[in-house]
């Protein structure tokens, strides 16, 4: 019998899950994926076993459960839009909300008792002081955030009563791809600032569109703090780690410290692509934080957290060499302007 420790990965075949896996599998772990591949890639998950279902359907979770065993559940698999919860604050809550209690009562009724939760900085809602830390007041702004929030609140319940222990960890921008290029973001249609950025490098896009210029912020453009997605991996690790260890339950921010404009993310794409950028100038948006930074000194301290890949042109040379494979390999012309 292979006794190495198992772990679930929902929504393993999405963007940050596919990267979660390849770094389980890299550091002695067998990682288990559960993705409905709604939004997800088998592909993305290399040699993993993939089990295809809902985290919201019990027999389906409690048969992956019995099979494998798992000492601990990631959950990386929601929605994840802001503007779409807006219009959708039904698919949210039960995406997000329903769908985790489900997958929580599923795991205590099999004994599985350690948690990682994929929260989001949307927790906190508009910026009281920059940079967040985990002292910052929770009060989020929509749906997608509400839902986070909630799912936080129902583990510390779940903990008191329970005895779940569970690490909270909140991103906020995640950018980047696998160093070597294997794996990256292919949402669709595509919202992140980078990858837009890279395709307007690579000719798919016209433009990019920069919404407002004159934001309170250096430069006028929104500011935001960009985390490399196999450094926000390396905190689950680590997170995976403490909890091995007995620690208890606990919540922390992940990000680098450093906010990056809108102007500055296109300037890196420039010198790193070599290509030039148009740039539209269309209306701020409502509810657009100016900067949304992250104090992750707690991370640092508590996980010995390190992010590896802080710097903007390293994070945007990772997104560019899988924009060039991705593109590449979907049959339409390499990327020139």
Known sequence: MDKTPSVIVAGGAGYIGSHMVRMLGDSGYRPIVVDNLTTGHADAVGGATLEVGDIGDRDFMARVLREHRPQCVMHIAASSQVGESIVKPALYWHNNLVKTLSLLDTMLEHEVRQFIFSSTAAVFGDPLRVPMDESHP?????????????VENALHDYGRAYGLRSMVLRYFNAAGAHPDGSIGE???PETHLIPLVLQVASGR??????FGSKHATPDGSCLRDYVHVNDLCSAHLLALRKLEAGAASAAYNLGNGAGHSVNEVIDAVRRVTGHPVPV???PAREGDPPALVADATLARAELGWQPR???LDTIVAHA???EQRLHSTTGRPAGTP
């Open 280 to 282: 539209r100038d269309d």
């Open 320 to 322: 560019w060499q899988w």
């Open 186 to 188: 292919r949402h669709d």
């Open 205 to 210: 896009r016209p433009h990019i569109a920069r």
């Open 309 to 311: 890949y802080a710097d």
């Open 138 to 150: 929770r009060k989020p702004i929509n749906p997608y955030g509400n839902s986070k929030a909630a």
